[in-house]
T-cell receptor, first 110, second 121 residues
Framework: QSVLTQPPSASGTPGQRVTISCSGS????????VNWYQQLPGTAPKLLLY???QRPSGVPDRFSGSKSGTSASLAISGLQSEDEADYYC???????????FGGGTKLTVL | QVQLVESGGGVVQPGRSLRLSCAAS????????MHWVRQAPGKGLEWVAV????????YYGDSVKGRFTISRDNSKNTLYLQMNSLRVEDTAVYYC??????????????WGQGTLVIVPS
């Protein structure tokens, strides 16, 4: 099973706001920052957010992140059809000595 | 711009070996740690291995420990993954990914397009 826990699916209608949760432990989210990745069908993952809530250049401000204790969340506002993708959270795990990933959340735009 | 191009994937029988390569360009390869991450068909991301910028620090995921070896040649801007004793469950797309920044606990930022490894049953 995955190091971090995400819901397998989420959905919303265009324009809506959706959130995706990511739960971990003291050895990962509790002591390190969280990244979020977007994976469109048939493509490699792309960095969406880093350091919990920072957007790389080119990522729209519709995407935001937060972290509290051993949990984090990704929020997407003004949902668009092109946001339909798989979303993964990740955080360095001190026990693993590597990044732990969530199992991924498939976002469907209805 | 950053480019990571994996190669070396293919179909390999259980118990055999395969070596993957990842050619890097567009950044100072010798100053960044690198990861290998894999994704089984229809499944999520699984971290495989990490190597520091100089190659002195290396760690592996439990599922590949003792069978896979990560290495790098900074003179050739190339990352490698030697995979021995391959199993059916190693079937996956293998991505090389650049560490974000110099912090040892940095997760990947940029990913290659991946190379598919198939170990048939």
């Amino acid at each position: 099973q995955s190091v971090l826990t995400q819901p397998p699916s989420a959905s919303g209608t265009p324009g809506q706001r959706v959130t995706i949760s990511c739960s971990g432990s003291s050895s990962n989210i509790g002591s390190n920052t969280v990244n979020w990745y977007q994976q469109l069908p048939g493509t490699a993952p792309k960095l969406l957010l880093y350091s919990n809530n920072q957007r790389p250049s080119g990522v729209p401000d519709r995407f935001s992140g937060s972290k509290s204790g051993t949990s984090a969340s990704l929020a997407i506002s003004g949902l668009q059809s092109e946001d339909e993708a798989d979303y993964y959270c990740a955080a360095w795990d001190d026990s693993l000595n590597g990044p732990g990933f969530g199992g991924g959340t498939k976002l469907t735009v209805l | 711009q950053v480019q990571l191009v994996e190669s070396g994937g293919g179909v390999v029988q259980p118990g055999r070996s395969l070596r993957l390569s990842c050619a890097a360009s567009g950044f100072d390869f010798s100053t960044y740690g690198m990861h290998w991450v894999r994704q089984a068909p229809g499944k999520g991301l699984e971290w495989v291995a990490v190597i520091s910028y100089g190659g002195g620090n290396i760690y592996y995921g439990d599922s590949v420990k003792g069978r896979f070896t990560i290495s790098r040649d900074n003179s050739k801007n190339t990352l490698y993954l030697q995979m021995n004793s391959l199993r059916v469950e190693d079937t996956a797309v293998y991505y090389c990914a650049k560490k974000m920044g110099g912090d040892w606990t940095a997760c990947p930022d940029f990913w290659g397009q991946g190379t598919l490894v198939i170990v048939p049953s």
